[in-house]
T-cell receptor
């Protein structure tokens, strides 16, 4: 099976702009989670989607949003970009529904906000 | 809120020695505890996991222990090799609604040859 893919791999934006990142999970996986990774902060949970429904959300402002499509592909959007949004954004898919299953990560999208 | 603390942030060992990384979680509802390894420039990959109904699990040179009462879990790597050098993340998964996985800040392990 093909692994988790993310597009684009790199993005450069300026403050105030908005951005949309895309994630295609492993075929058959219906759960997709998004994380923000910054040096020294580990992976910060953004949200988790399952069957087009957001089931959980982390402690991020409303500028961060997402959605999931019927084919399980997911997008996340960040509006009104700030310098502090510069990070590696990782998505992960899972075959399980309860959280007690392995998550498979994509390569990430590196976002730089100037 | 939910939190996972991970120590140490950096660990340097000699090849062949053991390495231990410790984590503490805050939410007692957590029931799944995976460990991920992330090599430089690569995506995190699961190396071992443990569920809340198990106290210890071993896979070759890697073992994980869980103390639910103390809300502690640890990763043990024996006979370390240079290729074990990477950042290791512990995590706790909370079955709330769907689930949310909270990661520790990571431990950068250096194995010196």
């Amino acid at each position: 099976k093909a692994g988790v893919t993310q597009t684009p791999r790199y993005l450069i934006k300026t403050r105030g702009q908005q951005v949309t990142l895309s994630c295609s999970p492993i075929s058959g996986h219906r759960s997709v989670s998004w994380y923000q990774q910054t040096p020294g902060q580990g992976l910060q949970f953004l949200f988790e989607y399952f069957s087009e429904t957001q089931r959980n959300k982390g402690n991020f402002p409303g500028r961060f949003s997402g959605r999931q499509f019927s084919n399980s592909r997911s997008e996340m959007n960040v509006s009104t970009l700030e310098l502090g949004d510069s990070a590696l954004y990782l998505c992960a898919s899972s075959a399980g529904t309860s959280g007690s299953h392995e998550q498979f990560f994509g390569p990430g999208t590196r976002l730089t906000v100037l | 809120g939910e939190n996972v603390e991970q120590h140490p942030s950096t660990l340097s060992v000699q090849e062949g020695d053991s390495a231990v990384i410790k984590c503490t979680y805050s939410d007692s509802a957590s029931n799944y505890f995976p460990w991920y390894k992330q090599e430089l420039g690569k995506r995190p990959q699961l190396i071992i996991d443990i569920r809340s109904n198990v106290g210890e699990k071993k896979d070759q040179r890697i073992a994980v222990t869980l103390n639910k009462t103390a809300k502690h879990f640890s990763l043990h790597i024996t006979e370390t090799q240079p290729e074990d050098s990477a950042v290791y993340f512990c995590a706790a998964s909370i079955p709330f609604g769907g689930f949310k996985t909270i990661f520790g800040a990571g431990t950068r392990l250096f194995v010196k040859a």
